[in-house]
């Protein structure tokens, strides 16, 4: 039981990165419907921005967090202009291709200037355990940063998308382009700024897995990338709180299927879970069905 | 009737001078290797196209059952000491049976989320591959017998494209093309969509298998990695690349793209991001590939429109 | 004889009934017309009888080669049963060459070898002929003229040899002249083929030339029937095209 509770508590705090990368997924593909497959690698951009912040300036953890989304949202602005906006109303495979294009293009890029080795991210917050139940569970500090952080940007992202004008420009963008361009949105600044908002919580996704597991390498966001997505469909594909609710889902699906033997079937799992979500409900645990006219 | 007489005569000739040219030396042991690559790779391509570009349907897993077929051959020839011809007819037909069995589920879905779905199977075929101990687990599978020469090369990859032009001719494959173009209207006419998705499937996973059981038993090893998601998303770049819904594109592409990684082997260290800038450059200037037909909207293919994501069946509820 | 039986059929969407308590005989041999506002369930109407939605409750029963029941309806067997459609948004194979598009229309008979493959081209070669697209053949679908797509989905249609034919608003975007020709030509389908029509329009000067009977549709439901004569001076009819204040 206390071995449950333990994994759950570790579950949570890997649910929270994968929510993290999960809502940038979401976001975008609500929005232009691309699967983003780079989007993986902004998360992978934002752990070395982390890394090179702490180790070479020296900074602390908040500063290089907030830098690191910072740098991290702008990458994701140059790679929709750049790359995305080209290809914008091309068939949905050479999207998707263009994606992946992309998402090579940045981890051998990096691996070509930082090289393929691991790195060790410096401890930027102390150890320091707190045991519940005479020891027998133990939460670090680091789960409760990871945990308070992820939640803390969720609401904001939730009152940026339901209060600000920005978030209902968003928010029509996504149900009608032209419909909202109509309307006068500029629909091209909304994209942008979906794109630097989705980058940015992949940047902090970044800097808190470094945090939590110290080590990052150029191809360390290939699978968290696919998870993270199969953590957006889980919860429904282009729904915020379902992007949420996949993540911490999946998180926790997976400390404890590892917990209880089946680590090396870990990934498997996510993805039949993946395949028996969209079999069973397409539109994931949050979405709504959608009728196609004829 | 004379057409195939040239066909019959010109594939002769090409087969005569490359067997000659392999004894006489003239083809080295490395060309040798990227002249049976190709080869397998114009499998490959042909057998994804079916799926993906004539009949629309849009796969990330096609390396998995080429994964299937490589070890079915690697067990059969290694482990069983059966001929190879045996592993090879073997090879594709337990990768056509996995087609049926992940078809039938799957391909209710379209677009992305078909797309997504194949990538989680074939996810989960290199997961099962580098944990079952029997075939060698993440080490992988040695000793592998190298039946694989440039007859069994040959004959395959002509076999394929043979097989699948004849398919596609026949009043069959065009209910393949017409369940691409509209499903509602193909169902309308009388096309069964579930049969004949999964006909294609089936037919595209059994050559996957095949093009599998000749890499298997080329390279004496094989291991799960070499069939992951990168392998599958190969295999549609080199459809896209030549062109969707065209079996000539399918062969230019795997040429162009073997001959292309074969300069960019000479700089290891920036082959990948050649190769992916490469790949952005095609989608953005020549979406449509290389012998692809043009279109005014430039969305030659159709098989993948933005009506095709509400992805739920149009039964009602 | 009767060809098509709808007993009580109503179909919901969610909270939306789209088609309620609707009843229909349709015997062999007529030119029927579904008239109504948009969004009044005709087309539901047609996807309810192809097999593309299942009804909520009521019974669809066609007496043709064989009989077919409610249950039996599945969009890919329509065809074979012999009722065949076409679609109100034009929806061709448009990547495919015309002649392609009306082989497809022989796909069931192919499948069920009631036909070889040679006779299948001659005969889409005859119907290309008696449609004027025989000089098309090899152009794409989506590059024909509006006019001609719509004649093509007809021709398509046509191929299975059905005994029921649907058309959905085939005149919608048509001018006045390719309209007169579209009414000689689904004329001439009933005389040639000896079938029955079911179409649903919005130009009455069509819809009252050609159809013998005509039903009426309002909100989901069966308003009025009867000859074109009946319906012109049908109260519920002019209410629901007019509103209440015309009457």
């Known amino acids: 039981m206390e071995q449950l509770i333990q994994q759950l508590i570790n579950g949570v705090s890997l649910g929270s990165i994968y929510a993290l990368i999960a809502l940038g997924y979401t976001m975008v593909y609500g929005i232009i419907n691309l699967i983003n497959f780079a989007h993986g690698e902004i998360y992978m951009m934002g752990a070395y921005i982390g890394f090179a912040l702490t180790t070479f300036l020296g900074l602390g953890f908040a500063p290089s967090l907030i830098l690191s989304m910072i740098g991290c949202s702008i990458l994701g602005m140059v790679i929709e202009k750049v790359a995305y906006k080209p290809i914008r109303n091309s068939s949905r495979i050479s999207a998707l291709i263009t994606a992946i294009s992309v998402s090579l293009f940045l981890q051998y890029t990096m691996m070509y200037f930082v090289s393929p080795q691991t790195r060790t991210f410096p401890e930027v917050l102390k150890r320091k355990s707190i045991s519940l139940l005479n020891g027998k569970i133990i939460i670090d500090q680091k789960n409760i940063y990871i945990v308070a952080i992820t939640v803390l940007l969720m609401l904001l992202l939730q009152y940026v998308v339901k209060k600000t004008k920005l978030g209902k420009a968003m928010r029509a963008v996504a149900q009608d382009k032209e419909a909202a361009e109509l309307m006068g949105v500029d629909v091209n600044k909304i994209i942008s700024f979906t794109f630097a908002i989705g980058s940015a919580l992949a940047g902090a996704a970044g800097v808190l897995v470094g945090i939590y597991y110290n080590t990052i390498n150029p191809l360390m966001g290939a699978t968290p990338g696919l998870k993270a997505f199969v953590a957006a469909v889980f919860g429904g594909i282009g729904i915020i709180p379902g992007a949420v609710l996949g993540g911490f889902s999946l998180g926790m699906i997976e400390t404890v299927v590892s917990a209880y033997g089946g680590s090396v079937f870990k990934d498997a799992v996510a993805f039949a879970i993946l395949i028996l979500i969209l079999l069973i409900k397409p539109n994931g645990l949050l979405g709504k069905t959608v009728k196609e006219k004829v | ?317 | 004889m009767s060809v098509l039986k709808v007993t009580n059929l109503t179909k919901n969407f969610g909270g939306i009934k789209a088609v309620t308590d609707v009843n229909l005989n349709i015997e062999m041999g007529e030119i029927i017309g579904l008239i109504g506002p948009n969004g009044a369930g005709k087309t539901t109407l047609f996807n309810l009888l192809t097999g593309i939605y299942v009804p909520t409750s009521g019974q669809i029963e066609y007496n043709l080669n064989t009989k077919v029941k409610t249950k039996d309806l599945k969009p890919h067997k329509m065809v074979h049963y012999g009722v065949s459609r076409t679609f109100q948004n034009i929806r061709l194979f448009k990547d495919m060459s015309v002649l392609d598009n009306v082989l497809l229309g022989f796909h069931s008979l192919l499948f069920k070898r009631s036909i070889s493959r040679k006779d299948s081209f001659d005969e889409a070669y005859e119907l290309l002929k008696k449609f004027n697209l025989l000089n098309k053949k090899d152009e794409l679908a989506k590059n024909l003229p509006y006019g001609d797509q719509r004649r093509l989905e007809i021709a398509r249609a046509l191929a299975s040899k059905p005994m029921i034919l649907l058309l959905d608003e085939p005149a919608a975007g048509m001018n006045p002249k390719e309209t007169k020709e579209l009414k000689d030509l689904i004329f001439w389908i009933r005389n040639e083929y000896h079938l029955t029509i079911i179409l649903i329009e919005h130009d009455m000067s069509l819809v009252m030339n050609i159809c013998e009977r005509i039903f009426v549709f309002d909100y989901g439901n069966l308003v009025a029937s009867g000859t074109p004569k009946e319906i012109q001076n049908n109260k519920r009819v002019i209410t629901a095209y007019l509103g209440e204040e015309a009457v």
Not at chain 2, 111 to 121: E, K, Q, V
Not at chain 2, 276 to 291: A, D, E, H, Q
């Open chain 2, 1 to 317: 009737m004379k057409k195939n007489i040239i066909i019959i005569i010109s594939l002769l000739i090409a087969y005569l001078s490359g067997q000659y040219l392999i004894n006489t030396g003239i083809i080295d042991s490395y060309l040798q290797l990227n002249i049976f690559l190709i080869g397998i790779n114009i499998i490959l391509a042909v057998s994804l196209n079916l799926i993906t570009g004539f009949t629309g349907q849009f796969s990330l897993g096609h390396a998995a059952f080429m994964s299937i077929g490589a070890y079915t051959s690697a067990i059969l020839t290694a482990k069983m000491g059966l001929p190879f011809i045996v592993a090879l007819i073997a090879s594709g037909i337990v990768s056509a049976i996995a087609g049926v069995l992940i078809g039938i589920p799957t391909l209710r879905l379209k677009g992305d989320y078909l797309a997504i779905a194949t990538l989680g199977f074939g996810e989960i075929v290199r997961i099962l591959a580098l944990n079952t101990d029997y075939i060698g687990g993440a080490i992988g599978f040695n000793d592998i017998p190298q039946y694989t020469n440039w007859t069994y090369v040959f004959i395959m990859t002509v076999v394929t494209v043979l097989v699948i032009r004849y398919f596609l001719n026949s009043f069959h494959g065009r209910a393949c093309i017409a369940i691409r173009e509209d499903e509602i209207a193909a169902e309308a006419m009388g096309v069964n969509l579930t049969l004949y998705k999964v006909f294609a499937f089936a037919i595209g996973a059994f050559f996957a298998g095949i093009a599998g059981s000749l890499y298997a038993n080329y390279f004496y090893f094989i291991k799960p990695d070499s069939f992951g998601f990168m392998k599958s998303v190969d295999i549609v770049v080199t459809v896209v690349f030549g062109g969707m819904g065209s079996i000539l594109g399918s062969i230019v592409g795997a040429i162009a793209l073997s001959v292309i990684s074969l300069f960019l082997q000479n700089i290891p260290e920036l082959r990948m991001v050649i190769y992916s800038i490469i790949l952005f450059l095609v989608m953005v200037y020549r979406p449509t590939g290389l012998v692809g037909k043009k279109d005014k909207e430039g969305k030659y293919f159709k098989g993948l429109r933005k009506e095709d994501f509400q992805h739920v069946s149009a039964k009602g509820n």
